[in-house]
Every structure is written in C-alpha cells, then in structure tokens.
C-alpha cells in the first residue's frame, strides 16, 4: 500500500483543517489507519485510528473532542478533520496502515506510511 497524504497548511489558532491520505492498491479496507505527528526533536506520536469498516474511533487524549478520523473505502481514503486548532497542534503529521485489526497506538504496528503534511498553527 502507498499513502500519500495532504491537505496541511497554514492557519491561525481555532481555525480548522482536513487532511487527506490517499491510497494505492485495492486493499485499503483490509487495513486499519492511523494518524501520527511529529515536531522537530521529538518522537512521532499517534494521534487517530480508525478500524477497517470505519466503525470505532480512538483518539490521543490531546486531540480527543477536535479531531475526527473517518474513512470512505470506496475512495481509498482516510481523512482527518482538525477543529479548533491549538498552536501546539503544528507538527508535519503523517498517515499510516496497520495489519493490526485491533486498536494499537505504537508505531512500530503500523507497516506503510505517507510522506507526511506540515499543520502550522500561529497564535
């Protein structure tokens, strides 16, 4: 699977944001999807997932109430809608599937990544 990610910007604080990430292939709905950010210096931490129908959602406690994670399988896609961006919300933020078909946070469980898409949140 290829993952190409997009959709990032600049934009001022309490605005809002949809990444997309695109995928290759026809087995997208065989994967579960996450979505994780990364800001110079620091780890990349998980911040969405999503399983293979689309059904329960699970969120880093930092985003949980401002982001949402949905798919469309016919489209191959998964997007990530941002509200009420926070300037600690700015990071390059990265797509990414799992064979995993339960919840994992761990990057390690995620096998295919996108290139990633830079939020910039000014205050």
């Known amino acids: 699977v290829q993952l190409q990610a997009s959709g990032g910007g600049l934009v001022q604080a309490g605005g809002f944001l949809r990444l997309s990430c695109a995928a290759s292939g026809r087995t997208f709905s065989r994967y579960a999807m996450g979505w994780f950010r990364q800001t110079p210096g620091k780890e990349r931490d998980f911040v969405a997932w999503i399983p293979l129908s689309g059904g329960r959602t699970y969120y880093a406690d930092s985003v949980k109430g401002r982001f949402t994670i949905s798919r469309d399988n016919a489209k191959n896609t998964v997007y990530l809608q941002m509200n009420s961006l926070k300037p600690q919300d700015t990071a390059v933020y990265y797509c990414?599937?799992?064979?995993?078909?339960?919840?994992?946070?761990?990057?390690?469980?995620?096998?295919?990544w996108g290139q990633g898409t830079q939020v910039t949140v000014s205050s």
């Open positions: 990414a599937a799992t064979q995993v078909l339960f919840l994992t946070t761990s990057r390690g469980s995620y096998d295919y």
